[in-house]
Nanobody, 114 residues
Framework: QVQPVESGGGLVQPGGSLRLSCAVSGSAFSLLAVGWYRQVPGKQRELVATITRGGATTYADSVKGRFTLSRNNVQGTVYLQMNSLKLEDTAVYYC????????WGQGTQVTVSS
């Protein structure tokens, strides 16, 4: 099964914005729900947001109103727009199917720091 590949992380100041991308090759992408997850060292990976194949989204309470998911089924890409970033958003962000399946990628580091 093809696994999603994430990109777009970086260093940003509190209140700033970043957009993460999750790219998947193959025709299965348009059929499956995708989730963004994040993990801080020493803590369990947590679910941040999900998007169904039809575009319906859910968000963790901690990011609701600040993060926005969208997807392009033709390009095979899911975007996580992160606005009003906070220090506590610092983590490695991963995308995977939802529910997660297969192996996890390397993730992309998001660091919010002044």
């Amino acid at each position: 099964q093809v696994q999603p590949v994430e990109s777009g992380g970086g260093l940003v100041q509190p209140g700033g914005s970043l957009r993460l991308s999750c790219a998947v090759s193959g025709s299965a992408f348009s059929l499956l729900a995708v989730g963004w997850y994040r993990q801080v060292p020493g803590k369990q990976r947590e679910l941040v947001a999900t998007i169904t194949r039809g575009g319906a989204t859910t968000y963790a309470d901690s990011v609701k109103g600040r993060f926005t998911l969208s997807r392009n089924n033709v390009q095979g890409t899911v975007y996580l727009q992160m606005n009003s970033l906070k220090l506590e958003d610092t983590a490695v962000y991963y995308c995977n199917w939802y529910p997660p399946a297969g192996s996890w990628g390397q993730g992309t580091q998001v660091t919010v720091s002044s």
